[in-house]
C-alpha cells in the first residue's frame, strides 16, 4: 500500500494526523500564534484546512498544490476564507498584500535548502512590520525514541530535519527566530515550533525564479 497516495485522501489524512498527535500540535500553535479577530492571514500548504474553524474571525487565504485537500476545504470552509490550488509565488505576493500572520503547517520539512530558503524570505517580503510567521514541522531530535524516529525518517515529506537546521534556515530571511519541542506522553511524534519575525526581506529586491 503507497500510504502517501492514501493520505492524499482528506479524511484519513485527518485521522492520521490526530493519530500521530499532528492536530494536537497545531492547536498548540494555534495558541501560541494567539490569532486575533479581523486580522489577515495566510496559510501556506494549508492542506484541508480543518484548523480554520478553530480561528476567530478573520480575514484568511489558504494555498497548497493538492485538488482534494483544497476541494474539501472549500466545500466546508468557503464561507471563511479563500482558497487556491496553486504554489505561493511572488506573482501571488504582488496581488495579494501584506500579512499580520502566515502559517506554514508541516511545509517546510516538504522542500529541500534552496527551496525553503526562497519561500521563507518570500513570506517574509509580505509580513506586515508587526506580523509573526509560525511554522510546524516533523523533526529528528537528538534522545528521540525509536518509534517517533521512524514516523519522522518515512514522513511524506523528504526533507525531515533536525531543529538546529530549520532555525539554521530561517534565520536567513529573519532577525527574530524562537523555537519549542511538541511533545506529550501521548503523542508518538515530535514537532518543532517557530515562530519568526522581524523579517530581514524588507527592502530588498530577491530573484524567486
Known sequence: MDIR???RSPLIYMAFQRL?????????CLRIVDLQPGERVLDIGCGPAYYLKKMPSLEY???????RYIEYARSRFSSNGKFFCKEFSEE?????GRFDCVMLMGLLHHLDDTA????????????????????????????????SRYLAIHDRGQYVRKPTEFVRLAELSFESVTGNLLKAWW??????CMVLQQPLTVNRA????
Open 116 to 147: 525553503c530558503s526562497r519561500l521563507l524570505a518570500l513570506v517574509g517580503s509580505v509580513l506586515k512590520p508587526s506580523g509573526r510567521v509560525i511554522a510546524l514541522d516533523t523533526i529528528v531530535h537528538h534522545g528521540q525514541d525509536p518509534f
Open 5 to 7: 497516495g492514501v493520505l
Open 20 to 28: 500521530v498527535g499532528g492536530i494536537y500540535a497545531r492547536d498548540i
Open 206 to 209: 530577491y530573484d524567486y525564479h
Open 61 to 67: 487565504v489558504g494555498f497548497d498544490t493538492d485538488r
Open 92 to 96: 501571488q505576493a504582488q496581488d495579494l
Open 187 to 192: 503523542v508518538p511524534s515530535i514537532y518543532w
